[in-house]
């Protein structure tokens, strides 16, 4: 069943046609009448499921949503990415080239991953990030008191973990005050260094 058309209004870039796009039935958090982000083609967001593209959100070339996946704000997903299960793209973020955003994985503020970069599990790969490689993120979990997810971005060597976003060093900083020298911390640390050595930091 069809859960979206075109409205008619259109937007131009590099020679690529965009729709504006309106929900046609309800599902999930989208209303029948909701309008949604900018798409090229109804091959880029499935009908199936509760996929949806948001606010001045953009999806083309051979790019697809599907599942539960969610592309909002400004993010721009194209070429022949792919963005599905629950996975979110939002805020500046792009995701271009091959890469894929899978599971759980969240993509935000600047961030671009591209090329054959797979983002999956309960990943974060945000701020300026660049995820070229599958190899340019780590991600752990569940570790530590909240049996939580700890993501590690090599291009600007950033720590997201719960709540947390920031560089190693304010990571360790904040490790250090909240958990002392109790196992969480020494177990922390100890990816820490793990990724430092991994990465060529030392």
């Not at 989208?30 to 309008?35: A, T, Y």
């Not at 721009?76 to 979110?88: E, G, K, T």
């Not at 890469?99 to 969240?106: H, S, T, W």
């Not at 109790?182 to 793990?194: D, Q, R, S």
């Amino acid at each position: 069943m069809r859960k979206y058309e075109f409205t008619g209004e259109t937007k131009e870039y590099n020679g690529v046609t965009l729709h504006s796009i309106q929900a046609v039935r309800s599902f999930w958090n989208v209303c029948e009448g909701d309008l949604g982000g900018w798409i090229e083609n109804e091959s880029n967001l499935s009908h199936d499921d509760d996929a949806w593209v948001y606010d001045d959100a953009w999806v083309y070339d051979n790019a697809r949503v599907y599942g539960n996946a969610w592309v909002y704000d400004n993010a721009w997903v194209y070429d022949d990415a792919w963005v599905y299960d629950n996975a979110r793209v939002y805020g500046n973020a792009e995701v271009y080239g091959n890469a894929e955003v899978y599971d759980n994985a969240r993509v935000y503020d600047d961030a671009r991953v591209y090329g054959d970069a797979w983002v999956y599990g309960n990943a974060r790969v945000y701020g300026y990030a660049i995820v070229n490689y599958s190899t340019d993120y780590f991600c752990v979990g569940p570790i530590g008191s909240r049996a939580d997810y700890v993501t590690f971005t090599r291009s600007n060597m950033s720590v997201t973990a719960g709540c947390f976003h920031g560089t190693l060093d304010e990571f360790v900083k904040q490790v250090k005050e909240i958990h002392g020298n109790n196992l969480h911390a020494k177990n922390y640390l100890a990816l820490v260094e793990c990724v430092k050595t991994m990465w060529g930091k030392v």
